[in-house]
């Protein structure tokens, strides 16, 4: 659940609303616990963690470089990072925010690198994040094992997730928690007012298929009254990782491989086109690249307004004040907002799948306060574990955010999902043909109005696939020997 994520992101609207490097586009509005909710944190720290003469980092400042800020507060009526209340409370530090914008972050961080004004942390993670391999193979970020033990039992359950960071021996990545990324969002209302059965329901009684989902998602659509059953970005790539397969794998020993041949992902692609050919999939004319406009293109626009059934997205982009969820989403407050996991394979294993998120930090090449930020790390490792932090974040969500038991029951379920069988999307950072190639096999069928089958898509780019996928092994491994 979302307690056990280290913290709240901004939306994406927000992402691209932000301007150049070290800019100052809010004001931080300071927000603390109640005092009785502080004490028992502080308390149970001083179990966990360790003391402040004995941390390395504390009493400092840890700049971190982001498109978004999920330490620090810009109104009212947010949540408290707890592992941040804990990092500046106990240990005496802070943060400084380095601000950039999502498209141009990586220029932006060059410069900062090569200026001699390196910050010290970025987020962890692949594909939007991408940082894993080359930017780890070009001396974009050491290694964490100086600062990080995964031996460790405040770090146990990690280790697996932090081996896919790993180059020449050495982690990359310091891994605070593995999150759930796309499930299945909707507005209650709407289901009923169109006579649906619950998918939430339907997911406890194990009844929760693709087929299930298909037969909604054409009952609900009708161009001509604006009626999109799916919208967004994310929906291929959901139906896909609901197989518990990706098309690009990485092995035990680091080497990447072509999962394309899979007939679990050929089935998802099948469906996928079938959605689309059958007018399922929100578009403006021939414009497959669309978002549905509410406010600048929103993810979730339509959902509340009964013209969009189902929003496959990572679950940060509904966890927002009630002011902004309930023109997008709904109202939370009379429990309109649900979401349950992706439906499954009926002709699959019969287990539900989700994208296992890693989340956390990587140390920037030139950072000057890393053990600051490995510090700050073990803070948000904390309140992952730890019952009166995980208590504490679950009472907030319900008294500002106005989740429902449902909602944070479902939320556990996700978890334990991608827990239980990680799957990784490890593209995004990979070499220029690779990504490419990845790209058009991935978008050829959404993205346009006359698609490609998956069979033709397969034809057209295997062999760049593969030929790609060797090139990169080979960097790594030229790498991994010097």
Same mark, same amino acid.
């Given at each position: 659940?979302?307690?056990?994520?280290?913290?709240?992101?901004?939306?994406?609207?927000?992402?691209?609303?932000?301007?150049?490097?070290?800019?100052?586009? $809010?004001?931080?509005?300071?927000?603390?616990?109640?005092?009785?909710?502080?004490?028992?944190?502080?308390?149970?720290?001083?179990?966990?963690?360790?003391?402040?003469?004995?941390?390395?980092?504390?009493?400092?400042?840890?700049?971190?470089?982001?498109?978004?800020?999920?330490?620090?507060?810009?109104?009212?009526?947010?949540?408290?990072?707890?592992?941040?209340?804990?990092?500046?409370?106990?240990?005496? %530090?802070?943060?400084?925010?380095?601000?950039?914008?999502?498209?141009?972050?990586?220029?932006?961080?060059?410069?900062? !690198?090569?200026?001699?004004?390196?910050?010290?942390?970025?987020?962890?993670?692949?594909?939007?994040?991408?940082?894993?391999?080359?930017?780890?193979?070009?001396?974009?970020?050491?290694?964490?094992?100086?600062?990080?033990?995964?031996?460790?039992?405040?770090?146990?359950?990690?280790?697996?997730?932090?081996?896919?960071?790993?180059?020449?021996?050495?982690?990359?990545? !310091?891994?605070?928690?593995?999150?759930?990324?796309?499930?299945?969002?909707?507005? $209650?209302?709407? *289901?009923? #007012?169109?006579?649906?059965?619950?998918?939430?329901?339907?997911?406890?009684? =194990?009844?929760?298929?693709?087929?299930?989902?298909?037969?909604?998602?054409?009952?609900?659509?009708?161009?001509?009254?604006? $009626?999109?059953?799916?919208?967004?970005?994310?929906?291929?790539?959901?139906?896909?990782?609901?197989?518990?397969?990706?098309?690009?794998?990485?092995?035990?020993?680091?080497? /990447?491989?072509?999962?394309?041949?899979?007939?679990?992902?050929?089935?998802?692609?099948?469906?996928?086109?079938?959605?689309?050919?059958?007018?399922?999939?929100?578009?403006?004319?021939?414009?497959?690249?669309?978002?549905?406009?509410?406010?600048?293109?929103? /993810?979730?626009?339509?959902?509340?307004?009964?013209?969009?059934?189902?929003?496959?997205?990572?679950?940060?982009?509904?966890?927002?004040?009630?002011?902004?969820?309930?023109?997008?989403?709904?109202?939370?407050? #009379?429990?309109?907002?649900?979401? %349950?996991?992706?439906?499954? =394979?009926?002709?699959?294993?019969?287990?539900?799948?989700?994208?296992?998120?890693?989340?956390?930090?990587?140390?920037?090449?030139?950072?000057?306060?890393?053990?600051?930020?490995?510090?700050?790390?073990? %803070?948000? $490792? /904390?309140?992952?574990?730890?019952?009166?932090?995980? =208590? *504490?974040?679950?009472?907030?969500?319900?008294? !500002?955010?106005?989740?429902?038991?449902?909602?944070?029951?479902?939320?556990?379920?996700?978890?334990?999902?991608?827990?239980?069988?990680?799957?990784?999307?490890?593209?995004?950072?990979?070499?220029?043909?690779?990504?490419?190639?990845?790209?058009?096999?991935?978008?050829?069928?959404?993205?346009?109005?006359?698609?490609?089958?998956?069979?033709?898509?397969?034809?057209?780019?295997?062999?760049?696939?593969?030929?790609?996928?060797?090139?990169?092994?080979?960097?790594?491994?030229?790498?991994?020997?010097?």
């Amino acid at each position: 659940m979302f307690k056990r994520i280290s913290a709240i992101i901004c939306t994406l609207v927000m992402v691209i609303a932000l301007v150049g490097c070290g800019s100052s586009s $809010r004001e931080i509005v300071y927000l603390t616990l109640s005092t009785e909710d502080s004490a028992a944190i502080l308390a149970a720290a001083g179990i966990t963690l360790p003391d402040v003469e004995e941390a390395e980092g504390a009493n400092s400042v840890v700049k971190w470089f982001a498109w978004y800020d999920q330490f620090h507060n810009y109104s009212e009526d947010e949540i408290v990072n707890t592992g941040y209340f804990t990092f500046t409370e106990k240990y005496g %530090c802070s943060i400084e925010w380095i601000e950039t914008t999502y498209f141009e972050r990586y220029d932006d961080l060059a410069n900062l !690198i090569l200026s001699s004004q390196s910050p010290d942390m970025y987020p962890a993670g692949f594909n939007s994040t991408a940082v894993y391999p080359t930017k780890c193979i070009k001396g974009t970020f050491v290694s964490v094992d100086d600062y990080i033990d995964y031996t460790d039992p405040l770090w146990s359950g990690m280790v697996d997730a932090a081996d896919y960071f790993v180059l020449g021996g050495e982690h990359y990545a !310091i891994v605070t928690d593995v999150a759930y990324n796309n499930v299945v969002s909707y507005n $209650r209302r709407v *289901i009923e #007012e169109y006579g649906f059965d619950d998918p939430a329901e339907l997911f406890y009684n =194990d009844e929760w298929t693709w087929d299930v989902f298909y037969e909604m998602c054409i009952e609900f659509s009708d161009g001509d009254e604006d $009626r999109y059953a799916l919208d967004g970005y994310a929906y291929q790539g959901g139906i896909i990782e609901s197989t518990g397969q990706q098309i690009l794998q990485i092995d035990e020993n680091g080497t /990447f491989y072509s999962n394309i041949d899979s007939p679990e992902i050929e089935r998802a692609q099948n469906l996928i086109y079938d959605l689309v050919k059958n007018g399922c999939t929100y578009h403006e004319g021939t414009n497959y690249w669309a978002l549905r406009e509410k406010g600048g293109a929103n /993810f979730g626009a339509g959902i509340a307004d009964g013209l969009c059934l189902f929003y496959i997205i990572a679950p940060e982009y509904f966890t927002m004040t009630v002011e902004e969820i309930t023109p997008l989403w709904g109202d939370v407050s #009379e429990g309109e907002v649900m979401f %349950c996991p992706l439906p499954r =394979d009926d002709d699959g294993d019969g287990n539900y799948y989700l994208l296992s998120s890693p989340k956390g930090y990587m140390l920037i090449t030139g950072g000057s306060n890393h053990a600051g930020a490995a510090l700050l790390a073990a %803070c948000e $490792r /904390f309140k992952i574990i730890d019952p009166t932090v995980v =208590d *504490i974040d679950q009472k907030q969500l319900k008294e !500002i955010y106005l989740w429902t038991d449902e909602m944070l029951a479902m939320d556990d379920i996700c978890y334990e999902i991608a827990l239980r069988d990680p799957i990784m999307d490890l593209t995004g950072d990979l070499n220029d043909g690779l990504d490419s190639a990845l790209n058009s096999v991935s978008n050829g069928i959404t993205r346009t109005n006359n698609p490609s089958t998956w069979a033709q898509l397969k034809e057209t780019y295997k062999d760049q696939i593969d030929y790609y996928i060797d090139e990169l092994n080979a960097q790594i491994d030229a790498y991994n020997a010097s």
